[in-house]
């Protein structure tokens, strides 16, 4: 159970693999939630509205997250990216923003940040000193 979850008794390498694991879950969580609210019956106030309140997040992010799935075939490597939990439904946004890019801006979201995934679809580099999410905890 993660309520017995104590990081002071975890290795710091133990620490920053979980940290990793828990954190694609939780990527591969939102989209699930995403997902499931778009199939299911329209709630009264809306699916953006019903989700920002179940989730804790905001309206415009759930509403980005749901237009950015309904454009997204499950099929395709960011829909399967987005399943696993190796991106979070922000860096698809982004990856999708930037059509004919996929494969490279899926590599970019593996290793980097969503801003670095960002900057890249907007045809820009990531900026000095960006420290890839793998590489920082390492």
Known sequence: HLTHLDP???????CARLAAVLARTANACTTAAARLTARAP?????????????SGG??????R???TLATLPTD???????????????QAEAIVSAPGH??????????GSLRAVRD????GQP????????????
């Open 42 to 54: 329209e709630p009264a106030i809306g699916r953006a509205e019903w989700l920002a309140r179940v």
């Open 58 to 63: 905001t309206t415009d992010q759930t509403r």
């Open 120 to 123: 890249a679809a907007a045809g």
């Open 8 to 14: 002071a008794r975890l290795t710091p390498a133990t």
């Open 127 to 138: 900026p000095r000193g960006h420290a890839s999410r793998s590489s920082t905890l390492r």
């Open 102 to 111: 996929e494969e490279e801006l899926l590599r970019t979201a593996r290793d």
């Open 76 to 90: 395709s490597p960011t829909g399967a990216a987005l399943t696993a939990g190796t991106v979070s439904i922000a």
């Open 65 to 67: 997250a749901l237009d």
